[in-house]
Nanobody, 125 residues
């Protein structure tokens, strides 16, 4: 079983940047398809980005495409989410997730077996 811990959240002004990290322990994340989701108050958890085991393939929600970049360093057992040009509507708790299997339904939270505890990102206008 793999444990996931997110870090890097915080308060930033609109237009600013943050980099989130997801550190894994227990097993090497090279075995897992990884993703980031977010959940704003009163809203359902939504897909943000995903990355294949090798890191070659990446997938993004339309709302973040061109602004966010997902990456992974399997040697460091860590997944990252670089967030640029942040907007107030990006405010949410961001969660790291892992799946033992690739699925074409990578944008569904039900696809993922492992979750971190989340890190708060707040973007002020």
């Amino acid at each position: 079983q793999v444990q996931l811990v997110e870090s890097g959240g915080g308060l930033v002004q609109a237009g600013g940047s943050l980099r989130l990290s997801c550190a894994a322990s227990g097993r090497t994340i090279s075995n897992y398809f990884m993703a980031w989701f977010r959940q704003a108050p009163g809203r359902e958890r939504e897909f943000v980005a995903a990355i294949s085991r090798s890191g070659i393939s990446t997938y993004y929600a339309d709302s973040v495409k061109g602004r966010f970049t997902i990456s992974r360093d399997n040697a460091k057992n860590t997944v990252y989410l670089q967030m640029n040009s942040l907007k107030p509507e990006d405010t949410a708790v961001y969660y790291c997730a892992g799946s033992s299997y690739y699925s074409t339904n990578y944008y569904y939270s039900e696809t993922y077996e492992y979750w971190g505890q989340g890190t708060q990102v707040t973007v002020s206008s």
